[in-house]
């Protein structure tokens, strides 16, 4: 019996470091903030390095931050090294994620990676989330806990959208993949989008179903993101791909080493899934009787996970793992348009934006 215990443990250990070892880092282009972002609202809260490679975004009583990038991109590679607030975090959500909501309102796309909080002691929780052509109405979350403090250092995380699939990543590990089919028709992204990073006060759903709101005691909340990389095909939202031909920009992406899930790329994955997710809309059966299109149901998943989509009781780790919030949510687009730049300004001359009075 102990040494069972012991060559697991061993086992465990030889697996973390093929896991470190075999998983190179990517060969990535890293951009400066002036380079391809502006400011999206609160620029108050809003801190860029002398250098410009860092820029920390601020959440305190008075508002939350967010940046967005200062082109839209018809498929590419979005990434940043983020390092999360520590300490007391409940209700707060640190969002990374691609979006064209602003130009496209009732059709919009989104890709989504959204950090929530917690309270002190317990770990921060993200989810991963799909939007194609307006189709708010049926999300495709999937949670999860990570194997680390992602409030202790900085790590990267990656959405590679491209028109055959789309990859989250953390850091080298790609945690989840949505392989593209025709069954899934407009609720696959396909317009341009914009990437943007946002820190704002959640306190109705992100914590244990809105129970735990923000304790602004514990203000500012700071979260820092780095080396920041945007690659792809940019285009004019409104002149869209007639404009310009994305054709080769798309190729190179599709040549990257991030677009393709190496053995070693799988065997992580597995690892990630079968220890770290506790919510997937794939196996929520209440939810949807008959799963969204792109899911494959993995056997050794399926048996992990209860009916309604949560972790099987026997699996669950510590930290709280509750309900599920069905339908839409209200999102930070909303505050955006009470308090962002004004449209015209954005879809005009996107990189002059921050000329444009943002406060008027
Ligand atoms: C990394 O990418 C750059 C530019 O895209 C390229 O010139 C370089 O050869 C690449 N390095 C490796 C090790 O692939
Ligand atoms: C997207 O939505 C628009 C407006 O609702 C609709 O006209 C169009 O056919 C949809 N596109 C796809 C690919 O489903
Ligand atoms: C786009 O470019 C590719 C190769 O560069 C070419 O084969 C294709 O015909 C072009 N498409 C359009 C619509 O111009």
Same mark, same amino acid.
């Given at each position: 019996?102990?040494?069972?215990?012991?060559?697991?443990?061993?086992?465990?250990?030889?697996?973390?470091?093929?896991?470190?070892? %075999?998983?190179?880092?990517? /060969?990535?282009? @890293?951009? +400066?903030?002036? =380079?391809?972002?502006?400011? &999206?609202?609160? #620029?108050?809260?809003?801190?860029?390095?002398?250098?410009?490679?860092?820029?920390?975004?601020?959440?305190?009583?008075?508002?939350?931050?967010?940046?967005?990038?200062?082109?839209?991109?018809?498929?590419?590679?979005?990434?940043?090294?983020?390092?999360?607030?520590?300490?007391?975090?409940?209700?707060?959500?640190?969002?990374?994620?691609?979006?064209?909501?602003?130009?496209?309102?009732?059709?919009?796309?989104?890709?989504?990676?959204?950090?929530?909080?917690?309270?002190?002691?317990?770990?921060?929780?993200?989810? %991963?989330?799909?939007?194609? /052509?307006?189709? @708010?109405? +049926?999300?495709? =979350?999937?949670?999860?806990? &990570?194997?680390? #403090?992602?409030?202790?250092?900085?790590?990267?995380?990656?959405?590679?959208?491209?028109?055959?699939?789309?990859?989250?990543?953390?850091?080298?590990?790609?945690?989840?993949?949505?392989?593209?089919?025709?069954?899934?028709?407009?609720?696959?992204?396909?317009?341009?989008?914009?990437?943007?990073?946002?820190?704002?006060?959640?306190?109705?759903?992100?914590?244990?179903?809105?129970?735990?709101?923000?304790?602004?005691?514990?203000?500012?909340?700071?979260?820092?993101?780095?080396?920041?990389?945007?690659?792809?095909?940019?285009?004019?939202?409104?002149?869209?791909?007639?404009?310009?031909?994305?054709?080769?920009?798309?190729?190179?992406?599709?040549?990257?080493?991030?677009?393709?899930?190496?053995?070693?790329?799988?065997?992580?994955?597995?690892?990630?899934?079968?220890?770290?997710?506790?919510?997937?809309?794939?196996?929520?059966?209440?939810?949807?009787?008959?799963?969204?299109?792109?899911?494959?149901?993995?056997?050794?998943?399926?048996?992990?996970?209860?009916?309604?989509?949560?972790?099987?009781?026997?699996?669950?780790?510590?930290?709280?793992?509750?309900?599920?919030?069905?339908?839409?949510?209200?999102?930070?687009?909303?505050?955006?348009?009470?308090?962002?730049?004004?449209?015209?300004?954005?879809?005009?001359?996107?990189?002059?934006?921050?000329?444009?009075?943002?406060?008027?």
């Amino acid at each position: 019996m102990e040494y069972g215990i012991h060559s697991r443990t061993l086992f465990f250990f030889f697996f973390f470091f093929s896991l470190l070892y %075999t998983t190179t880092a990517f /060969n990535l282009t @890293t951009l +400066r903030f002036d =380079e391809a972002y502006s400011p &999206l609202f609160s #620029d108050f809260n809003i801190q860029r390095s002398p250098d410009d490679k860092t820029v920390r975004l601020l959440l305190n009583r008075f508002s939350g931050s967010g940046i967005i990038s200062s082109d839209y991109y018809n498929y590419g590679f979005f990434s940043a090294s983020i390092k999360l607030p520590a300490e007391y975090t409940a209700g707060i959500v640190v969002a990374f994620y691609t979006s064209n909501v602003d130009t496209f309102e009732r059709n919009h796309d989104e890709l989504d990676i959204e950090f929530m909080g917690n309270v002190k002691g317990k770990p921060w929780r993200f989810q %991963t989330n799909m939007y194609g /052509n307006g189709s @708010t109405s +049926r999300g495709r =979350e999937e949670r999860y806990r &990570l194997w680390f #403090d992602p409030s202790k250092d900085s790590h990267r995380y990656s959405i590679l959208w491209t028109p055959k699939n789309t990859i989250f990543y953390v850091d080298e590990v790609p945690i989840r993949e949505i392989v593209r089919n025709t069954a899934m028709g407009g609720d696959y992204p396909s317009k341009p989008m914009s990437l943007y990073a946002t820190i704002w006060d959640a306190s109705t759903w992100a914590t244990n179903g809105g129970k735990v709101k923000v304790d602004y005691k514990y203000e500012p909340f700071v979260s820092e993101f780095k080396d920041l990389v945007l690659e792809g095909c940019i285009v004019d939202p409104i002149e869209q791909i007639s404009s310009t031909n994305c054709t080769d920009r798309i190729a190179t992406l599709l040549a990257k080493e991030y677009s393709t899930i190496t053995p070693e790329g799988r065997k992580s994955m597995k690892w990630f899934r079968e220890k770290y997710i506790y919510y997937s809309s794939c196996y929520d059966n209440i939810r949807y009787p008959v799963p969204p299109p792109e899911c494959v149901v993995v056997p050794s998943e399926r048996e992990m996970f209860q009916n309604s989509g949560r972790l099987r009781e026997k699996l669950k780790f510590g930290g709280s793992n509750r309900r599920h919030r069905r339908g839409r949510r209200s999102r930070q687009p909303r505050k955006v348009a009470a308090t962002g730049r004004p449209r015209s300004c954005y879809v005009k001359w996107p990189r002059k934006c921050c000329m444009c009075n943002m406060y008027n």
